[in-house]
């Protein structure tokens, strides 16, 4: 019989979606050159080449069934050990292959750590601003989401806020950083602050609280930021990687689970991953692709037009009186509307051919979200529009 | 906190696994040439030519975008109406884009389908002998696996134990045809039975009850079989295939749900799979690996060498006074074993050389699977050392 749960859930649009199609409808229009589509974080910049000369070359080298066949459940045990040399040598912790499971990018690495780390009727917390997928990957563990207030002024952590709702059903914390949507990483001092939280916390309730590290945006991080490797500072951490936008390569569905070596239980995280897979379907990402990425292994795309267009919005945006923390990275911006209602603000701004994501679904209100994933030629024409838009509407 | 159940999961070594090191093992010893491997399902015949040079076709000419850009979440929409119509050009079924989901591979395909028509706590019909990966991919949905038993003599259904064990409870059918392990293809008439008591059932319960037919081996089909394509007998079908032994890609982690046009809420199911992958951490296939089998819609590698292994296996049990069944399709045969305890007997076969899979976790005792998806001349090779086993252990 119908799952009704699910059929229900089909009801629910999403807010970032149904901007975006609005954005293709109006493209239509009037040229989709001139919509300012700030709704999807959609990485604009190319594969680098070697990723496809790397496909090509494993195609021509390798047999049949080292390119295609069946990889073992958690991975390609050779790719793994090149992403966990790699992971020590950049960060200087001591992974080792059994620590590395390969996923379809991050939700599925986050869908598997979540697993690993809690029950259904435990509590997650995450902190907002919260990237809305959160919702149905937690509660469809059985876990449930409990969301921490955002501290508006820096969107680093809210710890007051933290510490009131922490209680001995919380078994893991969800954090990401840099974060979709504020853009802003968590500093040194915050997440050193955290991992202090945290341990006390341990010994007090009796049992560890895991952090998962969402961390699709580890590597677009711009000039100055301290946005240090969140597995440093505390030892239950699962780390949750996507090279989704580093390689602009999200439709290949390929990242992986890290598991701190120094993590309860670090050894067996991994086995228990396998055994959840054998539920979810999920059963490896693609072999060729799990090879294409350990050839590339510490290269990104070219991800500086990212900085380019935020220093362009930012400024615009301060000129323009915006309250607006600046981004150390991803490629998202988080400025406070200029009215209460973030809905009515950007239902406005469309009048402008300005597609600006309303904050509501990110757990705060009076914000929005500009995904800042496009050419810099169109970003610098959207100045002119946000400087129309906000002087014939708020002025 | 570590989670019990999945730390305690990774405790149960499958014994197929366990068979295949222990191959490798004695293969260091003896060269690997002199193992006669019956143990893993993994294709031995190349991927066709054709579908590595759609993959470097479409490096070439698609952009990074749409090569490595994301799809939505129920496919490339473009890859979905060319598997559509596919499968109504070959089939004569209505399937629109709508009805497809793609998937990672077969796994993945039953993973959705089960969550779209059953809810915790519902029972799932199969079949013995029966793919051991069932347990886990249905009883970590929350619903009940119960297995009826198999019917020895022809290994199609056992229609008296399943009217027997069908209930107000039982919301979903899971069948395998052509069958790991048996090797056997459910007949036109088998499958008119089958239809006929669920929508007698369906009718009397006063609830849909969901077939969901696995079909990895849909294409792997010998002279002479009947197997028909399943959806065609009964409405309420939803289809789940693989390329991974159609095309020799078990690694690329590439299949499809395929929902019945005339299914109850058939429009649903699609997004229904939408929603239930958010929570399983899936979201689609790698991309570029979807447009090359497209590219390949109508292709298979070269299959014609599991029927010669098949024939040249079934006729040497045979003459050694093996109670078999001859295969209709897959690349496994399932002969009786000749002693009550197949793991005694496949234990012995080990002294020389051949490793059999006893049938215990297929769910019936006293009979052994050969997978033969290894070269015709190893198979020719192991037939000596067949026949001396069974001289020497049971003359």
Redesign the interface.
């Known amino acids: 019989?119908?799952?009704q749960?699910?059929?229900d859930?089909?009801a629910t649009p999403s807010v970032i979606r149904s901007l975006a199609v609005y954005a293709t409808e109006r493209g239509k229009e009037i040229g989709y050159e001139n919509v300012f589509d700030y709704s999807l974080g959609?990485?604009?910049v190319?594969?680098p080449d070697a990723f496809?000369e790397a496909?090509?070359r494993l195609?021509k080298t390798r047999?049949?069934?080292q390119?295609?066949?069946?990889?073992p459940n958690p991975g390609n045990p050779e790719v793994r050990r090149i992403v966990a040399d790699s992971l020590k040598r950049r960060f200087g912790i001591d992974y080792k292959t059994e620590h590395i499971f390969m996923?379809?990018?991050a939700?599925?690495?986050?869908?598997?750590a979540l697993?690993?780390?809690?029950?259904p009727g435990?509590e997650v917390l995450t902190f907002a601003p919260f990237f809305p997928?959160y919702n149905?990957?937690i509660?469809?563990?059985g876990a449930v989401l409990k969301v921490v207030p955002a501290d508006t002024t820096s969107f680093q952590i809210n710890f007051a806020a933290f510490e009131e709702m922490l209680n001995p059903k919380v078994?893991a914390v969800l954090i990401n950083t840099p974060n979709n949507p504020s853009g802003i990483a968590y500093s040194s001092a915050t997440l050193t602050k955290l991992a202090q939280i945290l341990k006390a916390k341990q010994e007090e309730y009796g049992?560890?609280?895991?952090l998962i590290s969402d961390e699709p945006y580890r590597e677009i991080v711009f000039a100055g930021a301290d946005a240090p490797f969140v597995s440093k500072f505390y030892d239950n951490t699962i780390c949750c990687y996507s090279w989704s936008k580093s390689l602009?390569?999200?439709?290949?569905?390929?990242g992986y689970v890290a598991v701190n070596p120094k993590a309860?239980?670090a050894e067996?995280?991994v086995?228990?991953c396998?055994?959840?897979s054998?539920?979810?379907?999920?059963?490896?990402?693609?072999?060729?692709?799990q090879q294409a990425v350990a050839e590339c292994i510490d290269m990104t795309s070219d991800l500086s037009v990212y900085e380019t267009n935020m220093n362009l919005l930012y400024n615009e945006l301060t000129d323009l009186g915006f309250t607006v923390v600046k981004p150390g990275g991803t490629f998202y911006i988080f400025p406070k509307a200029l009215e209460e209602d973030a809905n009515v603000f950007c239902e406005k701004a469309k009048k402008y051919d300005l597609i600006l994501v309303p904050s509501d679904s990110f757990g705060v209100k009076g914000y929005f979200r500009m995904a800042y994933c496009i050419d810099t030629g169109k970003v610098e024409r959207s100045l002119a529009a946000l400087r129309e838009f906000v002087n014939k509407e708020y002025r």
Chains 1, 2 share one sequence.
């Open positions: 019989m119908i799952n749960h699910y059929k859930m089909c959609n990485p604009s190319p594969v496809n496909i090509v195609l047999t049949s069934s390119a295609h066949g069946y990889s996923t379809s990018a939700a599925s690495a986050i869908a598997h697993r690993c780390v809690t029950q435990d997928e149905p990957y509660n469809q563990t078994q049992h560890e609280i895991f602009s390569i999200p439709g290949e569905r390929i309860k239980d067996m995280i086995p228990m396998v055994q959840i054998r539920g979810t379907g999920h059963n490896c990402p693609s072999s060729l692709i």
